[in-house]
């Protein structure tokens, strides 16, 4: 037996309605490729008068062993758990769940004093304990374990649980962290633990704390991180650290999904050594009906490996970007890419199709709630025949969550653009990283990297703290904290590398606002740009793996400077390393008020500019092809591609 592959998922409520359905689960059981029966029970059903009503579970064991298949047991917490285990407790208004569950009866981790729920912790500790010891009697490889929960077995901490009365973070985390501990103590080369990490999360620095938890503990191979929402448009793709085991579950029960692209999702790149998951989880009812054919066949494509080879040569990860490539970029000012589509193909028209790619420039907390704007962006791309290049806006564009969750001294008012609150990359008194922002940088850029590799993008241009758009901002509200910054914009960088997956080359741009270059920090003359140009070559040292942009470029150069020796001191960032890929982005668009369309020499005096840098990706605003009906781009887009 093996964990690796598809399990057929099942929840029941009781053994009438597990025995109606055991013809069905036999014949996916029988039929298919699937590795084992995983069945989710209800905490308040499983555990009553005075005892755990061990008989539905063996019911299950047995319908798996007879299919010679795998068991593993998921008992839910949240709104199932007993009355006596409870402790304080809150009405759901549903807020979390669109409905979802409103009124139902939830219990917290803490008291109105804010002190620890001990009723509810001694009840899951009882829980944990006991179908871990139930799952080793009977030789099983996986258990499932809860969190306190909200609907289901997921990781809950929303907003209206902060609003309570005695709500402390320190305690909710210490309380997940302490189940965890104790969970992982029980846990060996014999028996593998899941926690899930997906679920309704407001506060998103739970999720860091119990994964550095797993990390740390002593039996923490022995863990794994489950994320149970996955669906073939990527929400809730799985947490991607190579050190660490994953598993994952459906999001929902229907059988409409795109079976190939889940599969893709979940195996990543290499299906037995890079993949996402370990297993993934499936609905009962995906099994029959609609796209079910499909799912069959992936899973017999994507059947478990038994004997793998113990001695593999790993596959080297592959970065490779075009010769060169022209894109045009278009910024989304709110949720929607209505009216993209004409605007690209008149871009195309008018450049008659030397254009190889475009990029739509998305505020991050627009890709807080799904990626309806990255699968959009990509399907005109698609139509027009081009490459997809995504890029993200931080600073000012980041999630109010998020900016909430930070103390004052993390923030300074913003201008321009954005007039809210903008994050700072440290407190200011060149101390304390901003950790909320780092947390929700990681989180993006692992989601839109794993989104990339699943369609085939092969650049992402990541965005830096930035203020109004994704620039390295170094304006007077963080000039009095030079080391900070560039500690800061460090980290963002490490961040990049520990979440790029192969293919996907990391866009960086190291244009903005401020003098960030020759900064004195500590008494001693730094050149900042050049520190983080040498800290992503470090990072990523493979070729074409990173890309180095100056995102000013325009007649007064490619940094927008008017100085020839600044420009040659900028210059440097773009190509001190060979490994670094160079790039340009125009710093408006030309031809669109107030700004003149370019002269054919000045646009000649451009491309000029390009060969100077050895340029290879070149970003031009949408507007600029999309109005200039006189086709004078079109000749020297056709010299610099070829």
């Known amino acids: 037996m093996t964990i690796a592959g598809t399990w057929l998922l099942q929840e029941v409520p009781n053994e009438a309605k597990l025995e109606e359905l055991t013809p069905t689960l036999f014949q996916i059981l029988d039929t298919t490729d699937v590795t084992g029966l995983s069945l989710r029970l209800q905490w308040d059903q499983y555990e009553r008068d005075g005892g755990f009503l061990d008989a539905l579970p063996e019911q299950g064991l047995a319908i798996a062993q007879a299919a010679d298949k795998d068991f593993a047991l998921r008992v839910m917490g949240g709104r199932f758990t007993p009355i006596k285990y409870q402790g304080r407790t809150m009405v759901y208004d549903g807020s979390a769940s669109n409905g979802l569950g409103r009124g139902e009866i939830i219990p917290l981790c803490f008291g109105t004093r804010g002190r620890r729920n001990i009723a509810l912790f001694l009840g899951m500790l009882g829980l944990y304990e006991h179908v871990i010891n139930w799952s080793k009697d009977r030789s099983l490889e996986l258990v499932h374990l809860p969190w306190p929960g909200l609907l289901w077995a997921e990781l809950a901490l929303i907003t209206q649980m902060t609003r309570q009365r005695g709500y402390n973070y320190e305690v909710v985390r210490d309380f997940h962290q302490d189940l965890m501990s104790q969970a992982l103590n029980a846990a060996d ?29 002593p039996n923490g191979d022995y863990g794994l991180l489950s994320t149970n929402n996955v669906s073939d448009t990527l929400i809730g793709l799985p947490l991607r650290n190579q050190d660490r085991r994953y598993g994952a579950q459906m999001v929902r029960e229907f059988n409409e999904y795109d079976w190939p692209r889940v599969y893709t999702i979940i195996e990543g790149e290499d299906q037995h050594e890079n993949a996402y998951s370990e297993y993934l989880e499936v609905y009962t009812p995906s099994f029959s009906g609609g796209t079910s054919a499909q799912l069959r066949e992936q899973i017999t494509l994507h059947a478990p490996v038994v004997e793998p080879d113990p001695d593999p040569d790993p596959e080297p ?84 969550e998020v900016k909430a969750a930070m103390p004052d001294r993390f923030l300074y008012q913003g201008t321009g653009q954005q007039k809210g609150k903008i994050p700072r990359p440290t407190d200011g008194l060149r101390t304390n990283l901003n950790t909320w922002m780092l947390d929700y940088y990681r989180e993006k850029m692992r989601v839109v990297f794993a989104w990339c590799s699943a369609r085939g993008v092969d650049l992402f241009n ?3 703290l930035g203020r109004d758009y994704s620039e390295l901002y170094d304006g007077p509200e963080v ?32 244009s903005g606002h401020g003098p960030f270059y020759n900064a004195l920090i500590d008494g001693v003359r730094v050149d900042m ?53 160079p790039g340009a982005q125009a710093i408006q668009p030309w031809g669109v008020s107030p700004y003149a369309m370019l002269t054919t020499a000045q646009c000649q005096s451009l491309f000029d500019q390009l060969d100077r840098i050895g340029a290879r990706q070149v970003e031009l605003y949408l507007e600029t092809p999309a109005r200039d009906t006189t086709g004078r781009l079109a000749p020297l887009l056709a010299e610099y591609l070829a």
């Not at 028996?191 to 990390?215: C, M, N, P, Y």
């Not at 910024?331 to 605007?343: E, N, R, V």
């Not at 790029?500 to 866009?507: E, I, K, L, S, Y």
């Open 189 to 217: 080369d014999k028996l593998s633990i899941e926690f899930a990490t997906s679920g309704h999360v407001d506060i998103k620095q739970i999720r860091t704390d119990i994964q550095a938890t797993l990390a740390n503990h």
């Open 317 to 400: 990860a592959i970065y490779k970007l075009p010769p060169a490539s022209v894109d045009v970029i278009q910024q989304l000012y709110s949720p929607t890419t209505q009216g993209l589509d004409s605007k690209v193909r008149a871009a195309l028209a008018n450049t008659d199709q030397y254009l190889t790619g475009f990029g739509t420039r998305i505020p991050a907390h627009y890709l807080d709630d799904d990626l309806h704007l990255l699968d959009e962006s990509f399907e005109i791309a698609e139509r027009n025949g081009l490459r997809y290049r995504p890029r993200l806006m931080m600073g000012g564009h980041v999630s109010e």
């Open 462 to 464: 990541v965005p830096m």
């Open 479 to 510: 000039q009095n904290d030079q080391a900070g910054w560039l500690a800061f914009h460090k980290a963002m960088i490490d961040i990049v590398c520990e979440e790029q997956v192969p293919g996907v080359t990391a866009g960086f741009g190291f």
């Open 529 to 581: 740009g050049m520190e983080l140009s040498k800290h992503v070559a470090l990072r990523m040292p493979k070729p074409d793996q990173a890309e180095v942009q100056g995102n000013g470029w325009s007649p007064t150069q490619i940094w927008g400077q008017s100085s020839s020796s600044t420009e040659a001191q900028l210059d440097r960032y773009l190509t001190t390393n060979p490994t670094l890929v």
